[in-house]
T-cell receptor, first 113, second 109 residues
Framework: EAGVAQSPRYKIIEKRQSVAFWCNPI?????LYWYQQILGQGPKLLIQ????????DSQLPKDRFSAERLKGVDSTLKIQPAKLEDSAVYLC???????????FGQGTRLTVV | QKEVEQNSGPLSVPEGAIASLNCTYS??????FFWYRQYSGKSPELIMS????GDKEDGRFTAQLNKASQYVSLLIRDSQPSDSATYLC?????????FGTGTSLTVIP
């Protein structure tokens, strides 16, 4: 069974530029999460989707971050404009439903310079 | 108060010893508890889940849950150098997953 796919693996951008990340969850998984993991910290939930609806985006900096999951499968996370403090690994995870175990993708390491 | 708290370590144990990792959580209504292992530069991978009070064993790993004390632990028996990683405690509150900051474990050959 294929795991959670993310791209790109690495991205370096200048501050104030925009960037987008893509995630393809495990087939059949209704729940999709985007996490931000800053070096030395645990993952912090940015947004949680159930199919194509948002369940929780309380910790998403909505002035610069946006995410969508239009057809209830793939998802994109966008940052515009990026700040230096956005440098982190962005992890996508999926689960069968909201109470099931979450499986993580390899992550996208973003460096903002 | 953070939702999930762990000692950041680092924790060092000799090869073959028992490594003990601890986690406390704040939400008494939490339903599910997980331990993830994260190697440097890699994504977290699930190693144990536990849902009810008591012990759950899987190979060299034992998860222990005490809901009254709001405490969950992970024991690694016969520790191996390949166990060297950061261990993340995750708690599902019924609303979302919360992760601790992780405990760094080093197993010394």
């Amino acid at each position: 069974e294929a795991g959670v796919a993310q791209s790109p693996r690495y991205k370096i951008i200048e501050k104030r530029q925009s960037v987008a990340f893509w995630c393809n969850p495990i087939s059949g998984h209704a729940t999709l999460y985007w996490y931000q993991q800053i070096l030395g910290q645990g993952p912090k939930l940015l947004i949680q989707f159930q199919n194509n609806g948002v369940v929780d985006d309380s910790q998403l900096p909505k002035d610069r971050f946006s995410a969508e999951r239009l057809k209830g499968v793939d998802s994109t996370l966008k940052i515009q404009p990026a700040k230096l403090e956005d440098s982190a690994v962005y992890l996508c995870a999926s689960s069968l439903n909201r109470v099931s175990i979450a499986f993580f993708g390899q992550g996208t390491r973003l460096t903002v310079v | 108060q953070k939702e999930v708290e762990q000692n950041s370590g680092p924790l060092s144990v000799p090869e073959g010893a028992i490594a003990s990792l601890n986690c406390t959580y704040s939400d008494r209504g939490s339903q599910s508890f997980f331990w993830y292992r994260q190697y440097s530069g890699k994504s977290p991978e699930l190693i144990m889940s536990i849902y009810s009070n008591g012990d759950k064993e899987d190979g060299r790993f034992t998860a222990q849950l005490n809901k009254a004390s709001q405490y969950v632990s992970l024991l690694i028996r016969d520790s191996q150098p390949s166990d060297s990683a950061t261990y993340l405690c995750a708690v599902y509150t019924g609303n979302q997953f919360y992760f601790g900051t992780g405990t760094s474990l080093t197993v010394i050959p």
